[in-house]
């Protein structure tokens, strides 16, 4: 691989972009990515996915299954702009690759099948798109495929995504006959050259035959923009020409608003469409300097409004987001960093203000995926790694790094909750001693894995997003830690909650020599709306439970709720609130108001008809015309409840939701009733009551 340094701060933050690539699984993701580092000149070589040859997938399990499992980011220069990329991961197992790139992220680009059109994932990812107002490009691949439909693909982007798709070019043909595309802003054919793998292109007037359908689709857009844009839209009513600079500006407007997405077509992996992609991302996407400020929460209140506000740009205090962190090759720890006020230097002292202590930065590095670049600062608006020493390093996914005399908290990113978990059992004594080790830097890694042993059995128990996120963990800790382990059969991450109200109280009194120990407590449990989480107020008066012991309250009632009620498992949606209490002047301690509150809040919960929920996922299956009876039969077996059925030539979507503890081994059962024809895409979706029988056979379990 050959890489070109980029000089960032020779380049403004007008002309820097951060955007990230998103979508399903195997919509050609990973290879436009390859494509962009080809043609910015950042690479000198294709690589190919099913070679296992990409640069952005450079993991060895990546290479071996041909899918991203992390994200990986990388630097080029196109126009006199740089841009920082991130490749993010398809399968939802990983999704937490692609939330916290999103958190950090300007702009990106939504790539979808024109064949498979709008899947499950795509509309995942839209969605986490949607939560950190993210603009974006939409990216329709694969015109080159038989079955390729454009249209309907916006279509769908419509009503599956409630978006509001701009398009602004037209294939030139699609299948076997796609040879290039309609701009319809400049009303000029683009051609690629199969000889120079698409280096080399021509632009030229539309084929006469479709004159008469770009015009028609020229109209459209100019309509859709101008339905958006109040500029654009006097100058289209008073019949003024408008020139392909004035469409853009109006339609980079559109964009920034995230009222509209701009939607253009093309086939990676034929090399074709690339060069009009990047130009859409310098006239779309933001720039940092386009959001003005950040905001964020002061230190001392970090549940407080953000009140705090940084303008963006190099002379401001600094302000930064931890927002990946990942294993060194020797040991180390390499935390990727979005800039966003101010200048990360080596040397500095910053302040962790999110675990409240220094970090010394000693080493800064730009990435280009798994190969790095030392560089001796990171501007505002510049996303970099800050490489640790063995055991130098606290910084964890989420933490916010400023200037210890500005202090400021930043929103970190949204945890997805673990659906399933297995049970590992290290072979020999020597793994069990090294086994901790690797599993805490696996955790520190990836969020959305954690690990915890059980106190009945003191098994290690690993949980995550899926059989495949686990599977890659177990690989990992095989492969990279050297560490062997049995692994068990897969468990439910059920959790329990309450279904009515109820109070509890609990008055702890204990002689211990010649002192006592004291600490009462009376609360209030009552359920929430699903997925509501699990919610502590205090309402009890200073003169009830002193300030010095209301953390020790909260203590207990947390520890009580993750422990359960019925069958061990963690509780959510509810609220508890601690009401009343009293204390003893002399007797009462911390430990004594900490038991008070754990036994109160097991006396209410206990009270309140406790009962046990699953996780239920939804399901999208795309399965041959013949089979779909054979699917539509299993999914019944396994508890499913069938949402919906969608039709295109020689194939029909299954939309569907199902527990998750009916679907391990799904996806073999599958390949053997449709002969590996058909897909499949799983995801959490909620989680919903166990039935009666089912809870009374887990509860004897």
């Keep these: 691989m050959t890489q070109k340094p980029v000089d960032t701060r020779a380049v403004p933050l007008d002309r820097t972009r951060n955007i990230g690539i998103m979508a399903h699984v195997d919509a050609g993701k990973t290879t436009t990515t390859e494509r962009i580092l080809y043609y910015s000149g950042v690479t000198s070589r294709l690589g190919g996915v099913d070679q296992g040859s990409t640069v952005t997938d450079w993991m060895q399990q990546e290479q071996e299954r041909g899918i ?362 020597e793994d069990h001693a090294k086994i901790a080790h690797a599993l805490e830097r696996l955790a520190i890694e990836d969020p959305s894995f954690r690990v915890r042993t059980d106190a009945d059995s003191g098994q290690i128990v690993i949980s995550g997003m899926g059989e495949l996120h686990l599977e890659i963990v177990v690989d990992r800790l095989r492969r990279e830690y050297g560490v062997k382990a049995r692994v068990g059969n897969p468990q439910v991450a059920y959790r329990e909650t309450i279904t009515h109200r109820a109070e509890g109280e609990n008055r702890f009194i204990r002689q211990v020599g010649a002192r006592g120990e004291y600490g009462h407590v009376k609360l209030v449990v009552e359920p929430t709306d699903r997925g509501g989480g699990y919610v502590y107020e205090n309402r009890a008066s200073s003169t009830e439970i002193p300030q010095e012991h209301a953390p020790a309250v909260e203590a207990g009632v947390t520890e009580a709720v993750e422990r359960g009620v019925l069958a061990g498992h963690p509780m959510t949606d509810l609220r508890v609130q601690v009401v009343g209490g009293s204390y003893h002047p002399v007797d009462s301690n911390n430990y004594a108001f900490k038991v008070a509150g754990g036994k109160a809040f097991v006396a209410a919960a206990n009270k309140a008809s406790p009962t046990l929920l699953e996780p239920v996922m939804s399901l999208e299956v795309v399965t041959p015309d013949e089979h779909v009876g054979e699917v539509l039969g299993d999914l019944h077996a396994r508890r499913g409840k069938v949402a919906g059925i969608t039709a295109r030539p020689g194939v029909q979507t299954v939309a569907c939701f199902v527990p998750m503890a009916s679907m391990f081994g799904y996806a073999t059962d599958l390949r053997s009733k449709t002969r590996g024809r058909a897909t499949h895409s799983l995801e959490l979706d909620h989680y919903a009551e166990v039935p009666q029988q089912l809870r009374n056979d887990l509860m004897r379990a």
């Design 68 to 429: 991203s499992i992390t994200a990986a980011a990388t630097t080029f220069g196109w126009k006199q702009h740089v841009v920082n990329l991130i490749d993010t991961p398809g399968h939802v197992d990983f999704t937490m690759e692609v939330e916290r790139s999103l958190r950090v992220l300007d702009g990106a680009i939504a790539v979808f099948c024109a064949v498979a059109g709008v899947e499950s994932q795509s509309e995942t990812v839209w969605r986490q798109a949607d939560r950190y107002k993210v603009p974006r490009l939409a990216f329709i691949n694969k015109l080159d495929r038989e079955g390729a439909d454009p249209d309907r693909v916006v279509a769908a982007m419509k009503t599956r995504l409630g978006a509001h798709p701009i398009v602004i070019q037209l294939p030139l043909g699609t299948g076997a006959a796609f040879n290039g595309v309609i701009d319809l802003i400049a009303m000029r054919a683009r051609r690629w050259d199969a000889a120079s793998f698409g280096v080399r292109f021509e632009d030229g007037p539309i084929p006469h035959a479709q004159v008469p359908a770009a015009s028609r689709a020229r109209e459209s857009m100019l309509e859709a923009i101008a339905e958006l844009d109040d500029e654009l839209m006097a100058a289209w009513v008073a019949g003024r020409e408008l020139s392909a600079d004035a469409i853009r500006a109006a339609l980079r407007r559109v964009t920034l608003a995230n009222r509209g997405v701009p939607t253009l077509v093309g086939s990676a992996f034929k090399n074709q469409g690339i060069h009009n992609l990047l130009d859409a991302v310098i006239d779309f996407l933001p720039a940092p300097n386009d959001f003005v400020e950040v905001r964020g929460r002061d230190v001392a209140d970090p549940s407080g409004a953000p009140t705090i506000v940084r303008t963006i740009g190099d002379d401001q205090p600094l302000a930064a987001l931890a927002f990946k962190v990942q294993s060194d090759d020797h040991g180390g720890q390499l935390t990727f960093v979005r800039v966003y006020a101010g200048c990360l230097r080596v040397g500095d002292a910053v302040l962790d203000a999110t675990k409240g202590h220094l970090e010394q930065i000693g080493r800064l590095v730009r990435m280009f995926a798994n190969h790095r670049e030392d560089i001796r600062q990171v501007e505002a608006g510049m996303i970099g790694a800050v490489v640790s020493s063995p055991g130098a390093s606290k910084l964890a996914t989420g933490d916010t790094l400023c200037d210890p005399r500005f202090p400021i908290l930043l929103d970190a990113m949204t945890v997805p909750n673990a659906v399933m978990g297995v049970a590992l059992e290290p072979e020999t004594d």
